[in-house]
């Protein structure tokens, strides 16, 4: 640890392994050199936040904030919220540096729940008006979203044909339930749904295959 510019005391590092201490991000990083590992494994945890995924990169703050072309304490405070709201040159960089998904990054930038809200809109009503700013939050084409949204539109408007159907038909009503479950059931999976419909793109680094 001291050969790479960090020394503690013994003391400190046998704190480390009984878990009653946890290291700083610089002796963290220095830790990892020391171990030949990488960051995450000494994390424990697969990366979830902006933060986690920066560490795991053995990025400092400053750093990042410097390669994505952000003033440190902007940047600072996006970790600190955990949601990102750069603009595209510096989403583009972000994504470079932490090497994300389209998907991963989503969740990153804490917008999951905005994209299942214009998702369940999309379902109930106009599903072109949602293009736009599902295509903002996902930075995905535009003609990929609407496909996807054409597809779950017709499929939810499917649940209310046969349910009225049923009605209609005065069904038992094990069977109205039936559909009743399998229309919560999809409205459960709306995201994980959405990026199943939208493909390879939503796997793939953003930016470079999302086409």
Known sequence: MTACGSPV?????????????LPTE?????LADVLWCPPVVLMGVEPRTLVEHRMARQLSAERLAQLVG????????AEG??????????????VDALGLSLRKLIGVMGRVEELAGHLRAAL??????HVAPITEITSLNRT??????RTMHAEFADFSERYMGHVVARSADARLKAIAAERSAYLRRLVDHFWELIGEAGEAPPFHSVH
């Not at 610089?26 to 220095?30: D, E, I, N, T």
């Not at 952000?70 to 405070?77: L, S, V």
């Not at 990102?84 to 510096?90: A, E, I, S, V």
């Not at 109930?124 to 008006?129: C, F, L, M, Q, V």
């Open 81 to 94: 919220a955990n949601q990102w709201h750069g603009d595209y040159r510096q989403t583009k960089a972000l």
């Open 26 to 30: 610089a002796q963290l990083f220095a």
């Open 70 to 77: 952000m003033a440190p304490e902007e940047y600072r405070a």
């Open 9 to 21: 005391r013994p003391e400190v590092i046998e704190a480390w392994e009984y878990g009653s201490l």
């Open 124 to 129: 109930e009503g106009r599903w072109k008006s």
């Open 144 to 149: 990929r979203v609407g496909d996807a949204l």
